[in-house]
């Protein structure tokens, strides 16, 4: 059932960057980073679509991460760019070719092959008072310089810094939110006393500002392929050092692990070459003077 929520999580997410990117790319660059982006993409019925299906996605998401490590689902999760490549063929009615088939191939053995040898399985919780979570400032602080290095970049480049600094946001976010879920199971009270849940939602609001700033800079087969692979990558870490999750790591097991993932970042970065993710060219973005 976990495997279940977690596809069905990944579907939504896919679908829903879509139409969030083909949304946000047509917003003025003078409005990346700052709010009002997000304040005139909610007028956009398009815009709030994908939004829904990123929030349903979330949810489910979640009910993986209730019933699963954070290690387990993360790599699931990653195929939502294959999703996403799917619907965009779909509203751009472009022919798929080979290289997509690769790579969501390589996506797929990857997070397959991650799995099987890895065998992620429950840790040690970390409560709220715990220092383990000073690993979370720290990644709150490489996804900060991330966006204050973008700034003066060129345009794809700062596309894909800032999505990459999304996706270490939506991956501590997976960790929160999983640690939110544990703290639920003593009761409502404990969760509206505890930190977690207030943090989720501010980094929530960060990462989606992240992710529409990127999606407005650049098309998406440039903004999107950073953050899917980052969420993962970030969210197994983040696993492994603040939940103790633990994974095989038998010689042979270890090495699977590592061409599992490498495998599952090479399909990500094949699929977001694909034109496919791009938009048309009359729907290209207003820049300001």
């Known amino acids: 059932m976990k495997i279940f929520f977690a596809l069905a999580a990944a ?20 409005e990346i980073l700052r709010l009002r982006l997000l304040t005139h993409l909610a007028h956009k019925r398009l815009w709030l679509m994908g939004i829904a299906a990123m929030v349903c996605g979330q949810v489910l998401g979640a009910a993986a991460l209730d019933e699963a490590d954070v290690a387990s689902v993360e790599p699931v999760l990653a195929t939502s760019l294959i999703f996403a490549l799917v619907f965009a063929h779909l509203l751009y009615r472009e022919p798929l ?27 040690r919780p970390a409560g709220p008072e715990s220092a383990r979570w000073l690993v979370a400032v720290v990644v709150v602080a490489l996804a900060l310089m991330l966006v204050l290095s973008a700034r003066p970049r060129p345009l794809r480049t700062k596309a894909t810094m800032l999505a990459a600094a999304a996706g270490m946001l939506y991956g501590l976010q997976d960790v929160l939110t999983r640690s939110s879920l544990l703290v639920l199971g003593h009761g409502w009270g404990d969760l509206l006393r505890s930190w977690e849940p207030y943090v989720v ?8 500002l992240l992710a529409q700033s990127a999606f407005d ?23 492994v050092l603040i939940f103790y999750e633990r994974l095989r790591l038998s010689p042979g097991a270890l090495a699977a692990e590592v061409v599992g993932l490498l495998m599952m970042v090479g399909g990500i970065i094949v699929l977001g070459r694909s034109p496919f993710l791009g938009k048309p060219k009359a729907a290209a ?4 003077p």
């Not at 939504?12 to 047509?26: D, E, K, T």
């Not at 939602?201 to 989606?208: D, S």
């Not at 098309?219 to 899917?228: D, E, F, K, V």
Request: charged share 5%.
């Open 11 to 30: 579907c939504l997410i896919g679908v829903g960057f879509v139409a969030q990117q083909h949304a946000a790319y047509r917003e003025p660059l003078g």
């Open 97 to 123: 070719n080979r290289t997509v088939w690769q790579g969501g191939l390589l996506v797929t053995v990857g997070s397959g092959l991650f799995l099987a040898f890895g065998r992620p399985h429950a840790g």
């Open 201 to 208: 939602v501010a980094i929530a609001i960060a990462g989606l």
């Open 217 to 239: 800079a650049a098309p998406l087969r440039i903004s999107l392929p950073a953050a899917t692979a980052v969420e993962p990558l970030t969210g197994i870490v983040l696993g």
């Open 285 to 288: 973005p207003t820049v300001l």
